[in-house]
């Protein structure tokens, strides 16, 4: 028996479920060939790279699938093919995921490229171009201050200033937005023009520039007379999205690639790319050893960091069976299991994890997904259970968009990509769906 409370401290950290690997990092797993044959190195990367022109192209996946990790894979991989990547996330600043518009994005875009380019391009268009709107901006940015009278440095901190009170103060948020946007093709063109200079200007290892904008999956659907915020920023404005001079690439929430709008998307953008599941389990139900292998090892490597010299399935768990049943129940979401992990390492005064620890932790999470299902949906996730399939309805998408549905893929034995459709396995031992279940049968 192990009992050091560094050594469960060290593990309990390992998995935290929120922070994505950087590129590189020796935990990275490379899960390709059990979602499906999904390379984001491929299908983004090496469009951008052959294109003559700039690309726009959409990214998502499930929150919590490892969007951002593999987000930052292509951004080394880039940065080692001559492009210069402003990569940055857009809710932990600039915009709140609750209630964000368009508007919201554009300025964060402005304010992390001012950031990133300042030392390379002369910020003075979109300095000159704030300075036009400030009689009506400097009380919404809160200072008393004179914009002509400062530095550009301060310049900039006053935009900086700006845009944080987008996020931060809701109070401002619709009056900022409502005094920005008559003037959001007037900020594009300066910003254009800044982004010109840029790329005439890059260090000599670089030839293309690049934004990606990561966390716009997370977006909160919000509806109103006219649509819905995703409509809004994805179509309503794609020629806005799109219109910035450089490459881009936006995540988009999974839900609005299976709304009656997604042929949109796709005459917009092109075919937005997807991130699957890693399959555990196989369209008939039985356990998937390829991907469970996969899963095993995401833990593993987290594990080897901490305690190499420790057996995973006997001494880090208490058996092998415990570890599969962790693994199993996660259904291949990588949050789900750095979770349900973390959670087990929580419940434990010494190592190894008990099968006990584990259930309870499960347990846990089951009742959180109880509390995300709305009663007339039971009948719909036991339909789905059984079929493997989704139907394009919003009762649907709400349940892809928090995570109780979720989406897998497979090469069939043609070369042919499949897609199939299934709950979290949490779900299955919850007794509304237990009794859902029991009526279609």
């Known amino acids: 028996m192990v009992n050091s409370t560094d050594l469960l401290a060290n593990l309990y950290n390992a998995f935290n479920p929120f922070d994505p690997l950087p590129a590189g990092d020796p935990k990275y797993v490379d899960c390709q060939d059990v979602r499906g044959d999904a390379d984001i190195l491929q299908e983004l990367g090496n469009r951008m790279q052959r294109s003559n022109t700039n690309t726009c192209q959409l990214y998502s996946g499930h929150r919590g699938a490892g969007k951002s990790t593999e987000l930052l894979r292509l951004k080394s991989y880039l940065e080692n093919r001559q492009f210069y990547v402003v990569y940055f996330a857009a809710d932990e600043e600039d915009i709140d995921s609750e209630d964000a518009q368009y508007t ?194 995401v833990i593993k490597k987290r594990v080897r960091g901490i305690a190499p010299e420790l057996s995973l399935e006997t001494e880090i768990f208490d058996s092998p069976q415990t570890l599969d049943t962790l693994c199993l129940m996660s259904g291949g979401h990588v949050r789900s299991l750095l979770l349900l992990t973390q959670d087990a390492i929580g419940r434990t005064e010494e190592l190894p994890v008990s099968e006990k620890a584990v259930r309870r932790a499960i347990t846990q999470a089951r009742d959180t997904y109880r509390r995300a299902v709305e009663n007339d949906q039971w009948s719909l996730l036991a339909e789905v259970s059984l079929s493997k399939r989704i139907i394009n309805a919003d009762l649907y998408r709400s349940l892809m968009y928090n995570r109780c549905l979720l989406e897998y893929r497979y090469l069939d034995e043609d070369e042919e990509m499949q897609r199939w459709y299934d709950i979290h396995p949490l779900i299955r031992g919850i007794p509304e769906f237990k009794e859902a279940v029991a009526k279609l049968s």
């Open 104 to 297: 919201d994005i554009l300025l964060a875009c402005t304010r992390h490229l001012l950031k990133d380019l300042k030392e390379i391009a002369s910020p003075r268009p979109i300095l000159n171009w704030l300075k036009s709107r400030w009689e009506d901006l400097k009380d919404l940015a809160q200072t008393p201050i004179e914009f002509e009278s400062l530095e550009v440095e301060a310049q900039l901190a006053q935009f900086a200033k700006l845009t944080a009170n987008l996020r931060a103060v809701p109070g401002l948020r619709q009056k900022i937005r409502q005094k920005i946007d008559p003037y959001t093709i007037t900020l594009i063109q300066v910003l254009n023009e800044f982004l010109k200079d840029a790329k005439q200007h890059l260090p000599n290892s670089y030839k293309k520039l690049a934004v990606i904008v990561d966390n716009l999956d997370r977006m909160v659907l919000v509806k109103d007379a006219e649509g819905t915020n995703h409509e809004e920023i994805f179509l309503d404005r794609s020629e806005q999205l799109k219109a910035l001079d450089c490459h881009l690439i936006y995540t988009i929430p999974i839900s609005m690639l299976y709304s009656g709008r997604a042929t949109d998307l796709t005459v917009n953008y092109g075919e937005p790319q997807i991130l699957p599941m890693i399959m555990v389990n196989t369209l008939k139900g039985e356990v998937y050893q390829p991907g469970l292998k996969k899963v095993k090892e």
